[in-house]
């Protein structure tokens, strides 16, 4: 069961102090069930971004899984395969942390999820643009680490294009 949430722009949900999210989109195994990921937008993200998301949620090719789960529920795969958008458009990953990619300007970053600091489970994806000089954000959008392989390689896919 798939769910998307826009939140109108008179009642943003705030979910870091600088940033509102304003669309949600999150994927259950059932109504009333818990949710299996969640990934958020912020109000400021590009509308190209949730609907790359949406769009590869809607148009996935391939059959349900061997256990035959629909596709927005198949298990993650390795970040590289996520990101392969980002590496063919030229953006380069951190030498020191592995698990970040920056675009050629240096204005957008991707942070794949990685082990808490005590080796528990992973923190989210992380996808974030800013302004320089000032470094002023200009928007994010958060993935859980379970969201499928498909749906962070659309969304890598569509902020690799830069913008016009």
Do not use: K
């Amino acid at each position: 069961m798939l769910e998307a949430l826009h939140t109108p722009e008179s009642t943003p949900r705030q979910h870091r102090r600088t940033l509102t999210t304003r669309w949600e989109l999150t994927a259950r195994p059932g109504p009333g069930e818990p949710a299996a990921w969640t990934l958020r937008f912020s109000s400021q993200a590009p509308p190209r971004l949730p609907i790359a998301v949406a769009t590869a949620l809607i148009t996935a090719d391939g059959a349900p899984g061997t256990d035959r789960c629909p596709h927005y529920l198949l298990a993650a795969g390795q970040p590289e395969q996520a990101i392969a958008p980002l590496v063919d458009a030229g953006w380069f990953c951190d030498p020191v942390e592995h698990d970040a990619w920056y675009a050629p300007d240096g204005h957008a970053v991707v942070l794949a999820p990685r082990p808490d600091e005590l080796g528990h489970g992973a923190v989210n994806w992380l996808f974030a643009a800013h302004r320089a000089p000032e470094n002023t954000p200009l928007w994010r959008a958060t993935a859980h680490p379970r969201t499928p392989t498909h749906v962070i390689r659309a969304l890598s896919a569509e902020i690799a294009i830069p913008p016009s």
